[in-house]
């Protein structure tokens, strides 16, 4: 059983980095493939970054590539989201997710992809 929680969200400046972790408090996280997306209100959820089960493979939105970085420790059940030069558009409710990709080692980006979710953390960026 798979239940997230989020942590690490905030108030900060543009420019600044903010890190946020999901950890899991079931026996099964290092098989699963993890994501983060996040949600404005009125908008749907916006895929930002995945990893896969083993932590070889990630991929990141257009929108954060290049200034995002996901990460896991499976011995922790913890998935991280490193966030640097944030931007006043990154506000938004960050939310963790874990799917069920095995055997497959891939990263899934598409929000139906993902079983299970948890509550989210505010991440608010100011100018």
């Known amino acids: 059983q798979v239940q997230l929680t989020e942590a690490g969200g905030g108030l900060v400046q543009a420019g600044d980095s903010l890190t946020l972790s999901c950890t899991d408090s079931?026996?099964?996280?290092?098989?699963?493939?993890l994501g983060w997306f996040r949600q404005t209100p009125g908008n749907e959820r916006e895929f930002v970054a995945g990893?896969?089960?083993?932590?070889?493979?990630?991929d990141y939105g257009d929108r954060v590539r290049g200034r995002f970085n996901i990460s896991r420790v499976n011995a922790a059940n913890t998935v991280y989201l490193q966030m640097n030069r944030l931007k006043p558009e990154d506000t938004a409710v960050y939310i963790c997710?874990?799917?069920?990709?095995?055997?497959?080692?891939?990263?899934?980006?598409?929000?139906?992809?993902?079983?299970?979710w948890g509550q989210g953390t505010q991440v608010t960026v100011y100018s």
């Open positions: 997710a874990a799917a069920m990709t095995l055997p497959w080692d891939r990263v899934d980006v598409r929000e139906d992809e993902y079983y299970k």
């Open positions: 079931g026996t099964t996280f290092s098989t699963f493939g």
């Open positions: 990893i896969s089960y083993s932590g070889r493979k990630t």
